[in-house]
């Protein structure tokens, strides 16, 4: 069978993902309910890149700080095992898309129903600014939002 390199990415990103989810004894098996387990696992990894002012002081020092590319690599983890959750659970009215979107690059993304979504985007903003941008709220705004208005109209 011929696979498309997205659908290599993405399945290369979920099964990491579901390994990684095994080190916090977490067993992320695509359910709705996963999505609670990854949402507490980026609260730990976004709480690790915001530390309290000495000790982010230290880690400029020290220059033990993620980079750029790793904090995208988590993003794009954890990002598409949010959106393969949500595509499994909308199967007729959700896939995965590389279009250039804004203008400056292609962008894995999902289509949900007639709206784009971006939870790889959402992920790497959970990890930057915290609980402010919880997973589980996206998650239900499609959900919710989105599916739900669409299959009633």
Same mark, same amino acid.
């Given at each position: 069978?011929?696979?498309?390199?997205?659908?290599?990415? @993405?399945? =290369?990103?979920?099964?990491?993902? @579901?390994?990684?989810?095994?080190?916090?004894?977490? +067993?992320?098996? /695509? %359910?709705?309910?996963?999505?609670?387990?990854?949402?507490?696992?980026?609260?730990?990894?976004?709480?690790?890149?915001?530390?309290?002012?000495?000790?982010?002081?230290?880690?400029?020092?020290?220059?033990?700080?993620?980079?750029? !590319?790793?904090?995208? %690599?988590?993003?794009? @983890?954890?990002?598409?095992?949010?959106?393969?959750? @949500?595509? +499994?659970? !909308?199967? =007729? *009215?959700?896939?995965?898309?590389?279009? +250039?979107?804004?203008?400056?690059?292609?962008?894995?993304?999902?289509?949900?129903? %007639?709206?784009?979504?971006?939870?790889?985007?959402?992920? /790497?903003? *959970?990890?930057? !600014?915290?609980?402010?941008?919880?997973?589980? %709220?996206? /998650? =239900?705004?499609?959900? /919710? +939002?989105?599916?739900?208005?669409?299959?009633?109209?």
């Amino acid at each position: 069978m011929l696979v498309s390199p997205n659908e290599k990415i @993405i399945h =290369d990103n979920c099964e990491t993902a @579901i390994e990684y989810g095994k080190s916090f004894h977490k +067993n992320l098996d /695509y %359910s709705e309910t996963s999505i609670t387990e990854v949402e507490e696992i980026l609260d730990y990894y976004s709480k690790e890149l915001n530390p309290g002012w000495i000790k982010s002081v230290i880690r400029t020092i020290t220059r033990r700080k993620p980079t750029t !590319n790793q904090l995208q %690599s988590m993003a794009l @983890i954890w990002g598409v095992y949010l959106g393969e959750v @949500i595509r +499994n659970h !909308n199967l =007729d *009215r959700c896939n995965w898309y590389v279009e +250039n979107v804004f203008g400056d690059g292609e962008v894995l993304h999902l289509q949900v129903g %007639s709206v784009k979504a971006f939870p790889i985007d959402k992920v /790497y903003k *959970r990890l930057m !600014n915290g609980p402010e941008d919880n997973i589980l %709220s996206f /998650y =239900d705004v499609i959900k /919710y +939002n989105v599916l739900e208005k669409e299959s009633h109209s």
